[in-house]
Antibody, heavy 119, light 111 residues
Framework: QVQLVESGGGVVQPGRSLRLSCAASGFIFSDYSMNWVRQAPGKGLEWVALMSYYEDNRFYADSVKGRFTISRDNSKNTLYLQMNSLRPEDTAMYSC????????????WGQGTMVTVSS | QSVLTQPPSVSGAPGQRVTISCTGSSSNIGVPYDVHWYQQLPGTAPKLLIYGNTNRPSGVPDRFSGSKSGTSASLAITGLQAEDEADYYC???????????FGTGTKVTVL
C-alpha cells in the first residue's frame, strides 16, 4: 500500500527551529521527486518545496527560501523539512506529496503534521 | 499569495452541472505547463482529481472533466452529487517562480 506519513510537528516559539519527517512506503522512494505543501488554518494550499529524485535539485517558495531546507535519505525512504527562523505565518498543516514527473500532478499525499508558531 | 485565480464558491442542485475556472498567466498555464485539479473533502488530504489538463486517475468518476485554453483552465462536474461538496484547487508550474503554484480554491456547495 502506497503511503506517506508525516511527523515532527508541534508548538514552537518564533525564531526557533523544527524538523519534519515524511516516511514513505509501498513504492520505490528513490524513483520519485517529493514535495512539501502547507495549508494554514482555514486557508488554501501553498506549495513549499520540491526535491528531485536525483537529489541535487531543490526548489523553494519565496516565502520560505533561505529559512527552510528540504532533504531526503533514500536509504531510509524518508523526506525531511528543516525549518529555521520560524514565524507565526508559518503556522500550518504540513503535508508531503509525491510527484511522478516534475510538472506533473501530486498523486500521493500524506495526512499532514501540524506546526504552530506562537509565543 | 496565489497566482492562479479561482472563484471563491460555486453551487448547484443535485444533478446539475457546475464549472470552476482557473485563471493564470503566460508564466504558468499559458506556457506548456499542465494544469492539475485536486478535491479536498473536509478534514482530509487533497486528492488528485484531474492531471495533465484532462486526464482522470483511476477511480475518479467520469462526471469530472478538465479543459485548458490559453491562460485559463476549467473543471466541470456534471450530475452533481452531495458527496461532491468539497474544496477544489487547480495547480500548475510557474517558470518565473521556478516552482509549483496552487489556485485560490473554490468551495462547491450542493444545494
Amino acid at each position: 500500500q502506497v503511503q506517506l506519513v508525516e511527523s515532527g510537528g508541534g508548538v514552537v516559539q518564533p525564531g526557533r527551529s523544527l524538523r519534519l519527517s515524511c516516511a514513505a512506503s509501498g513504492f520505490i522512494f528513490s524513483d520519485y521527486s517529493m514535495n512539501w505543501v502547507r495549508q494554514a488554518p482555514g486557508k488554501g494550499l501553498e506549495w513549499v518545496a520540491l526535491m528531485s529524485y536525483y537529489e541535487d535539485n531543490r526548489f523553494y517558495a519565496d516565502s520560505v527560501k533561505g529559512r527552510f531546507t528540504i532533504s531526503r535519505d533514500n536509504s531510509k525512504n524518508t523526506l525531511y523539512l528543516q525549518m529555521n527562523s520560524l514565524r507565526p505565518e508559518d503556522t500550518a498543516m504540513y503535508s508531503c506529496a509525491r510527484v511522478p514527473y516534475e510538472g506533473d500532478g501530486f498523486d500521493v499525499w500524506g495526512q499532514g503534521t501540524m506546526v504552530t508558531v506562537s509565543s | 499569495q496565489s497566482v492562479l485565480t479561482q472563484p471563491p464558491s460555486v453551487s448547484g442542485a443535485p444533478g446539475q452541472r457546475v464549472t470552476i475556472s482557473c485563471t493564470g498567466s503566460s508564466s504558468n498555464i499559458g506556457v506548456p505547463y499542465d494544469v492539475h485539479w485536486y478535491q479536498q473533502l473536509p478534514g482530509t488530504a487533497p486528492k488528485l482529481l484531474i492531471y495533465g489538463n484532462t486526464n482522470r486517475p483511476s477511480g475518479v468518476p467520469d462526471r469530472f472533466s478538465g479543459s485548458k485554453s490559453g491562460t485559463s483552465a476549467s473543471l466541470a462536474i456534471t450530475g452533481l452529487q452531495a458527496e461532491d461538496e468539497a474544496d477544489y484547487y487547480c495547480q500548475s508550474y510557474d517558470s518565473s517562480l521556478s516552482g509549483y503554484v496552487f489556485g485560490t480554491g473554490t468551495k462547491v456547495t450542493v444545494l
